[in-house]
């Protein structure tokens, strides 16, 4: 009876034994790691713009919970600060714009771009006061301009600037958050904002417009709405990616056939009336995609910062090595048009 027991545990440890050493092997090797890692609760750093409506409708229709997901939403002021967020390690996936991506991809950081999920090229615009002496572009020059800092409207404001002979010193420049654009350009205390939607919008019914001027170039910058993840997050959860690309590419199908309902949707989660949403869904296109743009304006974005001083770099990153298109190409193959 004894040599039977002792038989039996020597069979038991050898196959602990056996076992441990041969996870230890395939966790050495990498097979099981993402196994180990993957989640199914996310935390999404999001600025809840129009911009962001994919997710939105994704989140109210159920469609995350459906792929197993359960969000939770961290609201930052900009893309530029959700972004931050995420490589700092405070959050799993961002929303944000183009240019903090080229900033991030200056900085050597290993983020990864998973889809692009809105385009405008008239999102962000110039709101002035005319009894501020502002009639024409010229005439913001020694005014009071606000804008955000690091992110899509501080690129568009140089660039604003420079097409009417003018510099960043011509005016007197401010840093806001969006939320805080309207109320002090109400006061008074600025002249003008620069920004995207909604405070222009809100600004124009809150002010009146026939008490502001708006300037809105279509042809200055054309900004990209993303979802980005940092590479050791992808590596690790990767069907919690995919999961997530799926849901809003049901999102986007939804949208497309029930504009009426999204727009009711996108208003619940931004928080902005219907009546002005209206105008400012329509400038916008929603659709989970990765094309040329998100290498190209990254690209035009980087030689801008190097220029002015923002990046100490001397040359621009490949930013081609920050997209992935993995997940988008197995999950619907004509949404990746890189050449």
Not at 165 to 187: Q, R, T
Not at 210 to 238: H, L, R
Request: charged share 25%; proline share 4%; glycine share 6%.
């Amino acid at each position: 009876m004894d040599n039977r027991f002792k038989l039996i545990m020597g069979i038991i440890m050898g196959l602990v034994v056996i076992v441990g050493v041969s996870l230890l092997f395939i966790n050495k090797g990498g097979v099981t790691s993402r196994a180990i890692y993957e989640i199914n609760e996310v935390d999404l750093a999001i600025n809840p713009i129009p911009n962001s409506a994919l997710v939105f409708i994704a989140e109210e229709k159920g469609y995350f919970s459906e792929q197993g997901l359960k969000i939770n939403y961290h609201n930052f002021p900009t893309g530029k600060l959700a972004l931050d967020v995420l490589i700092g390690g405070g959050a799993d996936i961002a929303t944000t714009a183009d240019v903090p991506i080229a900033l991030a991809g200056l900085a050597d950081q290993d983020i990864s771009v998973l889809a692009t999920i809105e385009y405008s090229n008239n999102n962000i615009q110039v709101v002035a006061r005319k009894d501020s002496g502002i009639k024409y572009p010229l005439d913001l020059k020694n005014k009071k301009v606000a804008t955000t800092k690091g992110g899509g409207p501080f690129f568009f404001t140089h660039k604003f600037l420079e097409r009417y002979g003018m510099d960043v010193s011509d005016v007197k420049l401010v840093h806001l958050n969006p939320s805080d654009m309207v109320a002090a350009l109400i006061k008074g205390d600025i002249d003008a904002f620069i920004v995207f939607e909604p405070s222009p919008a809100v600004a124009k019914k809150e002010i009146g417009e026939d008490k502001i001027i708006t300037f809105a170039p279509t042809d200055i910058y054309g900004e990209t709405w993303n979802i980005v993840v940092m590479d050791n997050f992808e590596t690790q959860n990767s069907e919690t990616i995919k999961k997530f690309i799926k849901a809003l590419l049901k999102a986007e199908d939804f949208l497309e056939k029930n504009p009426d309902k999204s727009l009711e949707i996108v208003s619940k989660y931004s928080e902005i009336d219907k009546t002005l949403l209206v105008d400012i869904m329509k400038k916008q296109q929603y659709e989970v995609v990765l094309n040329n743009l998100i290498i190209d304006y990254p690209k035009q974005e980087a030689e801008w910062a190097i220029d002015i001083g923002i990046s100490s770099r001397d040359s621009i990153p490949n930013y081609r090595k920050l997209v992935n298109e993995v997940y988008l190409r197995e999950l619907k193959p004509s949404a990746v048009q890189i050449s």
